[in-house]
């Protein structure tokens, strides 16, 4: 039930772009994405909804098809505050009992 | 900070030991949630209540239960403690737990079992 994340791991420069993917094997209501910084909480970036809306949170977007079960993060000219482990999480059904992805780990360099 | 209380922060015990993690929503939350993390891994859906109510279970062990008070606070209870149980565990709220609704999560309780 667990979603499926791509890549595992990303390294960056400053100002580089970034693709995160994230598949499911189930019909979604739902996508959300969070980012946890090294020894912190996670802490939530965005909610995309059925109807392949974007949404943007400063320079990170994201997408959702439905039909394809698939949502894209998108990190535009990362800064360093990027760095972290990314994760999107979705429900199986009604509830929102959150089932994670094992997590994308981004690292912005100077 | 997010609003979530989580106590104590670390704890250390031993093999066979039972512990009791405590969980404060934030003010006005329903709905609140328990995850483990283990080094470098994901974050594992234990359960999920509602005012008062278990309204979805994940991958939680029998050795594990939890429960929430009416006072809305929860308590994920952890027995017969194995060195496998060593993780971050987070707990989470939300205001009624419906599907879209974003989860704001505490600062975790780091146990270690020896």
């Known amino acids: 039930q667990q979603p499926v994340q791509s890549p595992q791991a990303v390294i960056l420069r400053e100002g580089e772009d970034a693709v995160i993917n994230c598949s499911s094997s189930k019909a979604l209501y739902s996508v959300h994405w969070y980012r946890q910084k090294h020894g912190e909480a996670p802490v939530f970036l965005m909610i995309l909804l059925k109807g392949g809306e974007q949404k943007g949170h400063d320079k990170i977007s994201a997408s959702f098809n439905e039909k394809k079960q698939q949502s894209s993060l998108y990190l535009t000219a990362s800064q360093l505050s990027y760095s972290g482990t990314y994760f999107c999480?979705?429900?199986?059904?009604?509830?929102?009992?959150?089932?994670f992805g094992a997590g994308t780990r981004l690292t912005v360099k100077p | 900070d997010s609003g979530v209380t989580q106590t104590p922060k670390h704890l250390i015990t031993a093999t066979g030991q039972r512990v009791t993690l405590r969980c404060s929503p934030r003010?006005?939350?329903?709905?609140v949630y328990w995850y483990q993390q283990s080094l470098d891994q994901g974050l594992q859906f234990l359960i999920q209540y509602y005012n008062g109510e278990e309204r979805a279970k994940g991958n939680i062990l029998e050795r594990f239960s939890a429960q929430q008070f009416p006072d809305l606070h929860s308590e994920l209870n952890l027995s017969s403690l194995e060195l496998g149980d060593s993780a971050l565990y987070f707990c989470?709220?939300?205001?009624?737990?419906?599907?879209?609704?974003?989860?704001?999560f505490g600062s975790g309780t780091q146990l270690s079992v020896l």
């Open positions: 989470a709220s939300s205001a009624s737990g419906g599907p879209f609704e974003k989860l704001f």
């Open positions: 999480g979705t429900a199986p059904g009604s509830n929102n009992d959150m089932r």
């Open positions: 003010s006005g939350d329903l709905s």
